[in-house]
Structures are given as structure tokens and as C-alpha cells.
């Protein structure tokens, strides 16, 4: 008979790693994150875990859909730009942009076709205004003055494509447009999802250093589908409501490199050994999963745009003062001994504004964490090495 795992939530202000309990024992005694604030979303669903709320109160919470929209305290609106926007996570995380409260100008950059995407977007009954801009004569005008830059540009992934392989093409779009970021707007925030983004971020952060505006606070590689996914798997495997449900996930954002860390979920749930490992390697192969669903139609675009969509929302409530606002993300960190890595990260009028630790994993996690090390290094070396003309 296996043994099994209850979960408990870590704290925001976690401890070091240590004192791992083994993942054999029957039970884990971890700390709870809690806060005070009550996490008002857009529209139903959204941004769940931006916020580690009082969990308890998340599904009272999140059913205030119109209240949600009347009540949000929006001190400043912000301008947006999505490059990348005519592609296939562009499109909808476009539309998700223009629906929420805290944008007021959206611009919409692609080498093709974004006059015709803002038209149609240009049409929903919110308030933002929204323009396309082509090619590279209007990048100026698409990044200046913007307060958080999204990149879902590059090519996607295809049946048989690992994120390694789409890294020939999405590396030099990244470095380009990264390029256009610290030249017209070097204070926004950048969320890059461009795979692979273990060795994307790199990149970018690499650019910036290069021209002077670096700031480790504002360069974020968007790790939220994983978190999403895992939610989503925990929810319907243990038949929980999703609203309830976080899971912090850790690491990279690529195969073996994604450690969902089952041990810290909330609410506090019992996985056996089975469950861990099957769980495990489901959210790590699960854009895989998409991409083969698809056969070769495309991958994994609306549940990544909604994910980026989400990570977006954070960082401009964090942007407009919020308290409290947390979201894993692939970032500069000193958690680990690598230089880049992901787990939660406190949001704030600066960007990150604290990059938070791992608390206690169990022994099974450690084994991952391990694992995954070699790999992440070899990305985020490519990644240094591509910015260097190496």
C-alpha cells in the first residue's frame, strides 16, 4: 500500500530549504500563506492565484464577477503592448488585455496583420484604446510609453518539436524586440513568453545589460501555465473547485525543468506516491499533451494566453499599488545556485519586488530539483552564450 502525502501551503515569507521531511512519510507539516487581501479579478475565474488570499475565502471571492469590474480600485491606467500579437497566443491574450479595467492603451505589434486584429478588438465595449502597429518601422511607436511589454512572439512548437528546437528562430526574434525595449521604453516591465523560455529570459536580460537598463526587477519569463495546469490537474483528480485550488510550481519552464511542489498545495490534500509521480509528469509533458491533441494544427495558444493574461493583470495591480501580489515566474534569483529560476514572486510598483524561497519540499521533490538542475543550466547558458554572438 502506498504511502501518501497531505499538503500544506508554504508561507509567502518562506523559509530556507531545509529540514525536507521524506516524501514517504505520511504526512508533511508545511506553513500557510495568508494575507489579508481580498483578490478582485477582471472576470470570473481570472487571476486566482496572483494573490495568496485567505484560500478559504477564494470561491466567495472569485464568484463577484460585476463587482469585481465595479469595484476594482484602478488609481492609473496603463499602456500595454503585445508583440507578437497576430500569432496564435497573441490574438486571444490581446483580447484578455483589452477586456481588463487596468489597461488604457493597448498597442499590438506583428510583422503582419495587426491593423486588422485592433479593428476587431477595437470593436468590444471597453474602455482601452487599441492600435496595431507592423513591421519595424512602428516598433517606436508600439513600445514607447508602455508599462509592461508582453512577448508571445516567435514560431510555435509542433509535433516532435521540443522547445530546444524552436530556439534557432525565437532566440534572434526575442533579442530584436528586447533590443527595441531598451532603446523606447527601458522602464516597463517584460513578460516573455517566447519558448524556450529557460533560455529566452537570458536573452533578454543579456540585451539589457548590453545597453545599460538592465533591471532584474522587471525582466519576467512567464511560467504561470504551469501553475494553471497544475491547478487544473489537482482540481479535477481530487474533485476540489478550481478557484480554491494553488499550486506553486518552481524550476524552469521546459520538460523535466517544471517541479510542481504537490507537497505545498493548497488546500492541504493527500497524494499517494502514485499520484506524486503521475501528477509530476503529466504538468512537466503537458504542453506535449496539447501539441499532440492537435496534430500539428498548433499547441498550446489558449491556455497559454490566458495564463499570460493572468501574469499580466498581476503585474499591473501590482503596478497600481496592490498589496500582496504573488505569481511564480522564471526570473534573476538567488534561491538556487543558478542564476535564473523560478518560484513565487512578490509583485509590486517596481516589478518584483521579492523573489521568494522554496520552503520545505519533500525528498521526492528534492530528487527533482536536483535533476532539473543540469538541464536549466545547459538553457540558460545557451541562452548567455546566443546574446554574446557566441
Known amino acids: 500500500m502506498s504511502a501518501l502525502i497531505q499538503s500544506t501551503p508554504i508561507t509567502a515569507r518562506t523559509a530556507p530549504v531545509a529540514a525536507r521531511k521524506s516524501h514517504s512519510q505520511k504526512t508533511l507539516v508545511s506553513k500557510s500563506v495568508a494575507s489579508k487581501t481580498i483578490r478582485l479579478s477582471s472576470f470570473e475565474g481570472f487571476s486566482k492565484a496572483a494573490a495568496p488570499v485567505s484560500f478559504s475565502a477564494r470561491a466567495s471571492t472569485r464568484r463577484q464577477t460585476a463587482a469585481s469590474r465595479s469595484t476594482m480600485s484602478v488609481t492609473a491606467g496603463f499602456k500595454v503592448a503585445v508583440l507578437g500579437a497576430a500569432g496564435g497566443?497573441?490574438?486571444?491574450?490581446?483580447?484578455?488585455?483589452?477586456?481588463?479595467?487596468?489597461?488604457?492603451?493597448?498597442?499590438?505589434?506583428?510583422?503582419?496583420?495587426?491593423?486588422g486584429v485592433a479593428a476587431d478588438l477595437g470593436h468590444l465595449n471597453t474602455p482601452s484604446k487599441v492600435t496595431g502597429y507592423v513591421g519595424d518601422d512602428e516598433l517606436e511607436a508600439a513600445l514607447t510609453g508602455c508599462a509592461l511589454v508582453i512577448i508571445p512572439?516567435?514560431?510555435?512548437?509542433?509535433?516532435?518539436?521540443?522547445?530546444?528546437?524552436?530556439?534557432?528562430?525565437?532566440?534572434?526574434?526575442?533579442?530584436?524586440?528586447?533590443?527595441?525595449?531598451?532603446?523606447?521604453?527601458?522602464?516597463?516591465?517584460?513578460?516573455?513568453?517566447?519558448?524556450?523560455v529557460n533560455s529566452t529570459v537570458p536573452i533578454a536580460a543579456e540585451v539589457f545589460k548590453a545597453a545599460g537598463t538592465f533591471d532584474p526587477a522587471?525582466?519576467?519569463?512567464?511560467?504561470?501555465l504551469d501553475v494553471v495546469r497544475s491547478d487544473a490537474f489537482v482540481a479535477e483528480l481530487k474533485g476540489l473547485d478550481m478557484k480554491d485550488v494553488d499550486v506553486p510550481v518552481i524550476g524552469g519552464h521546459a520538460g523535466i525543468t517544471i517541479l510542481p511542489l504537490l507537497s505545498q498545495t493548497t488546500p492541504s490534500v493527500e497524494f499517494s506516491d502514485e499520484e506524486v509521480e503521475a501528477l509530476t509528469v503529466r504538468i512537466q509533458n503537458a504542453g506535449t499533451e496539447v501539441v499532440e491533441a492537435k496534430a500539428g494544427a498548433g499547441s498550446a495558444t489558449l491556455s497559454m494566453a490566458y495564463a499570460a493574461a493572468r501574469m499580466g493583470e498581476s503585474c499591473l495591480r501590482g503596478l497600481n499599488g496592490e498589496a500582496d501580489i504573488y505569481e511564480c515566474s522564471f526570473v534573476a534569483s538567488s534561491v538556487t545556485d543558478l542564476p535564473y529560476f523560478s518560484t513565487k514572486c512578490k509583485?509590486?510598483?517596481?516589478?518584483?519586488?521579492?523573489v521568494m524561497g522554496m520552503g520545505e519540499i519533500t525528498e521526492y521533490e528534492a530528487g527533482w530539483l536536483e535533476k532539473l538542475k543540469p538541464e536549466l543550466t545547459g538553457s540558460i547558458e545557451k541562452g548567455i552564450k546566443f546574446a554574446a554572438g557566441e
Open 89 to 115: 497566443i497573441g490574438q486571444p491574450l490581446s483580447m484578455l488585455m483589452k477586456m481588463n479595467p487596468l489597461v488604457s492603451e493597448l498597442a499590438l505589434y506583428d510583422i503582419a496583420n495587426t491593423p
Open 153 to 196: 512572439a516567435g514560431v510555435p512548437r509542433k509535433p516532435g518539436m521540443t522547445r530546444d528546437d524552436l530556439f534557432a528562430i525565437n532566440a534572434g526574434i526575442v533579442k530584436t524586440l528586447c533590443e527595441g525595449v531598451a532603446k523606447y521604453c527601458p522602464d516597463a516591465i517584460v513578460n516573455i513568453i517566447s519558448n524556450p
Open 347 to 354: 509583485l509590486g510598483p517596481n516589478g518584483v519586488e521579492e
Open 218 to 224: 522587471k525582466v519576467m519569463g512567464v511560467t504561470t
